[in-house]
């Protein structure tokens, strides 16, 4: 038989790779890895995402007699089963939407339901007239993202709340079956009993993780909104400034005949570039800073969820206790005939037992008898509750995958509108400072 053990092998003509080859394969590998990571995160996409298409659109101001309102025209195209037509228009005014919203996190409490942008948090771009243009356009604008976001996820847009939403003016019944869907398999337990236990015994580390990196992606969050609402308010403050310079270079001008036609034609520039100034931070605070403060309550959404996870958990563990302590007592009873609860508080209670006349072993076979009603009880309450904290893990589970993957799609998308945006202002700004060079080209002082 060969033998195999002493056998070596030449790497080539007597070749010995060096350290710096072991380097320099190994930067290349890091390089590989870097552009497969690059690539994962240019062209994700997630399964589904895509089949149903919402647009909202079209805003009108209407009256119901004594007040305005304005409604929204939502078209929706889709490819889902559940769906009899696979276009649909309807139209909605900002109460709807909110029942919506309401409906759908009483009816999926284990889904990350985005937030629907509030009236306040509207208000806080955009002051003055509520009907006005501006207003209008960013409502619009932020319902539209709420609507897709609902649109692509994978159990919501297979929701018959959702298809009732699209597909006709009246909420009533989605309401109406939120409620019903809201019962839970504590309705009827004491609130002693839930409320006994507010910290989880046994954690999940999956989740526990899960809430770390949520807090961090929100401190990170709260960080850009922060530096770039400063870098707004220095681009505003530019704006203006330059504005200023236009006025000032205008009279300078006017000090002289053989000038006043090339410094119009500057100050003309500054205002042109000025205005594009303000208008780039004005895209960047309703596109980019909206988006990432409209993502800051996204992430509450995902910490409201994972606390209605702790909560189910916490549920079980309560029950479970409960169970636990009244099986140990009636334990007790049954294994000591004779046992009696000791304190100050018993002793006083048997001593008017006697006083009265009570038989001792007839209150301890009550005793037993209440014990024994109240495990019966218990036992099915404690097994739901198990079994709805478990299907709450399993959703959650996929809830936050469903979140990391749409993190990815979103912030890529946020990323490319933004550049475009500097590269548009760019290029007009180019535009005017390379024309005004020419113009200057072709005059004589």
């Known amino acids: 038989m060969d033998d195999f053990n002493t056998l070596t092998w030449d790497t080539g003509f007597g070749y010995t790779p060096t350290d710096e080859d072991v380097k320099n394969e190994e930067e290349d590998?890091?390089?590989?890895?870097?552009?497969?990571?690059?690539?994962?995160?240019?062209?994700?996409?997630?399964?589904?995402?895509?089949?149903?298409q919402i647009e909202i659109c079209d805003p009108q101001k209407e009256s119901d007699g004594s007040n305005f309102f304005t409604t929204y025209l939502i078209k929706s195209k889709n490819s889902l089963e559940i769906y009899s037509q696979k276009e649909n228009e309807v139209r909605h005014r900002y109460t709807d939407f909110i029942n919506l919203n309401n409906a759908l996190i009483s009816t999926y409490p284990s889904c990350i339901i985005p937030p629907l942008p509030e009236k306040k948090v509207i208000e806080s771009f955009i002051t003055g007239d509520r009907f006005s243009p501006e207003f209008t356009e960013r409502r619009r604008n932020l319902l539209e993202i709420y609507m897709k976001r609902i649109a692509r996820h994978p159990v919501i847009q297979n929701s018959d709340i959702l298809k009732n939403f699209l597909e006709s003016t009246d909420m009533t019944r989605a309401i109406e079956q939120a409620k019903n869907d809201n019962n839970t398999v504590l309705d009827g337990i004491s609130d002693s009993i839930v409320n006994s236990f507010s910290k989880i015994k046994n954690t999940n580390e999956k989740f526990v993780k899960a809430k770390e990196k949520l807090d961090r992606l929100e401190v990170n969050l709260q960080h850009v909104e922060k530096l770039h609402t400063n870098i707004i308010k220095q681009e505003k403050s530019?704006?203006?400034?330059?504005?200023?310079?236009?006025?000032?270079?205008?009279?300078f001008g006017e000090t002289d005949v053989d000038l006043e036609n090339i410094v119009n034609e500057f100050s003309n520039t500054l205002r042109n570039v000025s205005k594009n100034i303000g208008e780039k931070a004005t895209k960047e605070e309703n596109v980019y800073v909206g988006n990432i403060k409209g993502y800051i309550n996204y992430c509450q959404s995902y910490k409201d969820t994972l606390k209605a996870r702790d909560q189910k958990q916490m549920d079980f563990e309560g029950l479970s206790s409960y169970l636990k302590s009244y099986s140990d007592e009636l334990k007790k009873y049954e294994n000591n005939p004779a046992h009696i609860s000791s304190g100050i508080t018993s002793f006083v209670s048997r001593k008017f037992d006697e006083m009265?006349?009570?038989?001792?072993?007839?209150?301890?076979?009550?005793?037993?008898?209440?014990?024994?009603?109240?495990?019966?009880?218990?036992?099915?309450?404690?097994?739901?509750?198990?079994?709805?904290?478990?299907?709450?893990?399993?959703?959650?589970?996929?809830?936050?995958?469903?979140?990391?993957?749409?993190?990815?799609?979103?912030?890529?998308?946020?990323l490319n509108d933004y550049i475009d945006i500097?590269?548009?202002?760019?290029?007009?700004?180019?535009k005017l400072w390379d024309d005004l060079i020419e113009k200057f080209e072709n005059t004589t002082v």
């Open 422 to 430: 500097q590269v548009e202002s760019h290029q007009k700004n180019k």
């Open 356 to 414: 009265k006349g009570n038989d001792p072993k007839l209150r301890r076979e009550e005793k037993m008898i209440n014990l024994q009603k109240k495990i019966e009880e218990l036992k099915p309450e404690v097994e739901k509750s198990e079994e709805d904290s478990k299907r709450f893990d399993d959703d959650i589970t996929k809830e936050i995958e469903y979140f990391d993957n749409f993190q990815i799609m979103d912030f890529r998308k946020y």
């Open 238 to 251: 530019i704006e203006n400034h330059m504005n200023e310079f236009a006025l000032a270079a205008e009279k």
């Open 29 to 52: 590998s890091k390089m590989e890895f870097e552009e497969e990571e690059h690539q994962k995160f240019v062209s994700f996409t997630v399964p589904n995402s895509d089949k149903l």
